[in-house]
């Protein structure tokens, strides 16, 4: 089953305690990309990939850190998480070149920082 | 910036056909039109997208206005299952490496 897998899908953890929140997916898509969702912000994107070691930053970048080392995964590191950071992150996958680029959402991590 | 304008919230009993508006006035000639929805708190999933024709798929239809101004959104005969915030975006292909989410529509589908 084409699925994007997010780990774990609860943390909550303390301030300044590095965490990764994990991300795969199994359709061989070239960009990834993740996103954090509040109350009455709405979705915004962290980063992005377009493919293997080619990642960029979205609109809400500060605090975090990604890496794609493989085509597959997609981890994003908080190194000192803060409070602030208490979000529903998503992660997303989509293949390139062409109208039928749907993103593939991921179930989310709720994150708690205290 | 969203580039679409959506109702806050949306009634519709089940069975109905549900009809989403989405006005997006300022749409260049090679964006699409695209269509989310959000059950709770899930990932966002796709359910139809567009150029400028009518678009039918298993989950729901898509009218796209002559201009391209405006779109509309028609679950055809809607359940329980489909409560849920329903995103319309507008994105072109060449562009920015993101969609942009708005606040979307909240759409209750009452018994």
């Known amino acids: 089953e084409a699925q994007v897998t997010q780990n774990p899908r609860y943390l909550i953890t303390v301030t300044g305690k590095k965490l990764t929140v994990t991300c795969s997916q199994n359709?061989?898509?070239?960009?990834m990309s993740w996103y954090r969702q509040d109350p009455g912000l709405g979705l915004r994107q962290i980063y992005y990939s377009m493919n293997v070691e080619v990642t960029d930053k979205g609109d809400v970048p500060e605090g975090y850190k990604v890496s794609r080392k493989e085509k597959r995964n997609f981890p994003l590191i908080l190194e000192s998480p803060s409070p602030n950071q208490t979000s529903l992150y998503f992660c997303?996958?989509?293949?390139?070149?062409?109208?039928?680029?749907?993103?593939?959402f991921g179930s989310g991590t709720q994150l708690s920082v205290l | 910036d969203a580039k679409t304008t959506q109702p806050t919230s949306m009634d519709c009993a089940e069975g109905r056909a549900a009809n989403l508006p989405c006005n997006h006035s300022t749409i260049s000639g090679n964006e699409y039109v695209y269509w989310y929805r959000q059950i709770h708190s899930q990932g966002p999933q796709y359910i139809i997208h567009g150029l400028k024709n009518n678009e039918t798929n298993e989950m729901a239809s898509l009218i796209i206005t002559e201009d391209r101004k405006s779109s509309t959104l028609i679950l055809p005969h809607a359940t329980l299952r489909d409560t849920a915030v329903y995103y319309c975006?507008?994105?072109?292909?060449?562009?920015?490496?993101?969609?942009?989410f708005g606040q979307g529509t909240r759409l209750t589908i009452n018994p």
């Open positions: 997303a996958s989509r293949s390139t070149g062409g109208a039928n680029e749907k993103l593939f």
């Open positions: 359709m061989n898509h070239e960009y």
């Open positions: 975006i507008v994105r072109d292909l060449q562009g920015a490496q993101k969609l942009v």
